[in-house]
T-cell receptor, first 113, second 113 residues
Framework: DMKVTQMPRYLIKRMGENVLLECGQD?????MYWYRQDPGLGLQLIYI???????SEGDIPKGYRVSRKKREHFSLILDSAKTNQTSVYFC????????????FGPGTRLTVL | GDSVTQTEGQVALSEEDFLTIHCNYS??????LFWYVQYPGEGPQFLFR?????EKGSSRGFEATYDKGTTSFHLRKASVQESDSAVYYC????????????FGLGTTLQVQP
């Protein structure tokens, strides 16, 4: 069953706390992504990973970092979370690059108080 | 720079109405064009793509034709159902084999029974 999973689905943190969002996929896809989705702003790319330890900044990487030590797992880390990082975060994976579809996870709703 | 514009922020229709959601793009070369659909509480799902002029993409009764002359990829469906209520995103695959997509801001479709 082709699937992208995200954990946790909901998370509440206080400003200044560290946040770890986890993503997994069972399709052996090389390329994985982290997006955030905010009302009126659509989907914004935070980071893209082309394979293990091969990560590239997206359009809004400031305040985030990522880790990919296994092809099937891709983590998003917020060191010292800020209130403006409250958002819904989506992970996606893709078997290729430009012409390949992206498979999205169900999202993590993060609230930073 | 590359960009995608969805004209309608919201569309309200009745069942069996004809749907058009307008998508125009700005990009160099021949970018791939995509449509994604997002149901409440879920991540976006790939609908279909097209990658060359005059190519038609289609899925689940939805279709769109890549038109390089008018730089458009408008989504159409002949007869919508209440279950089609969702947010629809047009997206552009940036050339250069980066794997990055630029998403439009989305169009919320509400279909009344």
């Amino acid at each position: 069953d082709m699937k992208v999973t995200q954990m946790p689905r909901y998370l509440i943190k206080r400003m200044g706390e560290n946040v770890l969002l986890e993503c997994g996929q069972d399709m052996s896809h090389e390329t994985m992504y982290w997006y955030r989705q905010d009302p009126g702003l659509g989907l914004q790319l935070i980071y893209i990973s082309y394979d293990v330890d091969s990560n590239s900044e997206g359009d809004i990487p400031k305040g985030y970092r990522v880790s990919r030590k296994k092809r099937e797992h891709f983590s998003l880390i917020l060191d010292s979370a800020k209130t403006n990082q409250t958002s819904v975060y989506f992970c996606a994976s893709s078997p290729g690059r430009n012409y390949a579809e992206q498979f999205f996870g169900p999202g993590t709703r993060l609230t930073v108080l | 720079g590359d960009s995608v514009t969805q004209t309608e922020g919201q569309v309200a229709l009745s069942e069996e109405d004809f749907l058009t959601i307008h998508c125009n793009y700005s990009a160099s070369g021949y970018p791939a064009l995509f449509w994604y659909v997002q149901y409440p509480g879920e991540g976006p799902q790939f609908l279909f793509r097209a990658s060359r002029d005059k190519e038609k993409g289609s899925s689940r009764g939805f279709e769109a034709t890549y038109d390089k002359g008018t730089t458009s990829f408008h989504l159409r469906k002949a007869s919508v159902q209440e279950s089609d209520s969702a947010v629809y995103y047009c997206a552009l695959g940036i050339t250069g084999n980066t794997g990055k997509l630029i998403f439009g801001l989305g169009t919320t479709l509400q279909v009344q029974p």
